[in-house]
C-alpha cells in the first residue's frame, strides 16, 4: 500500500460515485506518495533539483466508487531505465482484494535547476527505485491497453 484517502463529497458526480477526473486526482497522489518512497520527498526535490513528471497515464475504471468509500492504492514498478519508470497503480476500496481502478504511467525523472530537462536517476534513487516492488507487465492485467473501435470492412 502507498496511499490511503475517502471519496470526499465534492469528489461525486451527478451519477453518485466518484467523478472520473478525481481518479486520477487519486492516482496523481498516490504517485506522490511513491516519489517520497524512492526518495524524492519533498524536501529531497527541492534540494536536488529533481523530480517526476508524468509523460502518459492510462486509466481503467473497473467498478464505481461511493462518497465516503476509503481507497487504498498499490503500486508496483513494470519496467524501469535510467530516467524513466513505467508505474502500475491500482485501486481498491477499503481493504477489498479486488481492484476498483488501474492505472499505469509513464514516468520522466527530471533536472530543474535550469529549464527542466530529462536526467538519469542519482545512483541512490536509482538503488530505491530498483528496490521497489516489482510486477511483470503480464501480471498487470491493465497494462497495456489500447483505446480503439475495431475496424470494419466495408462489404
Given amino acids: ?16 460515485h466518484l467523478r472520473d477526473a478525481h481518479y486520477m486526482l487519486i492516482y496523481s497522489l498516490a504517485t506522490d ?10 524536501a529531497a526535490r527541492r534540494t536536488r533539483h529533481r523530480t517526476l513528471y508524468t509523460l ?10 461511493k462518497e465516503g468509500a476509503a481507497v487504498r492504492v498499490d503500486a508496483r514498478v513494470i519496467a524501469r531505465d535510467a530516467k524513466r519508470i513505467h508505474l502500475y ?18 514516468l520522466m525523472h527530471i533536472d530543474t535547476s535550469g529549464a527542466p530537462k530529462a536526467a538519469s536517476f542519482d545512483d541512490d534513487i536509482a538503488a530505491n527505485i530498483a528496490a521497489q516492488a516489482t510486477i511483470a507487465a ?3 492485467s491493465h ?13
Fill in 1 to 16: 500500500m502507498i496511499y490511503r484517502d475517502t471519496v470526499r463529497p465534492e469528489w461525486v458526480d451527478y451519477n453518485g
Fill in 33 to 42: 506518495a511513491f516519489m517520497d518512497t524512492i526518495g524524492l520527498g519533498d
Fill in 56 to 65: 502518459e497515464a492510462h486509466i481503467s475504471y473497473l467498478r464505481e466508487l
Fill in 89 to 106: 497503480l491500482q485501486m481498491f476500496e477499503g481493504e477489498g482484494s479486488d481492484a476498483v481502478s488501474a492505472c499505469e504511467q509513464m
Fill in 138 to 140: 503480464t501480471e498487470a
Fill in 143 to 155: 497494462a497495456g491497453r489500447v483505446i480503439g473501435l475495431p475496424v470494419r470492412r466495408a462489404g
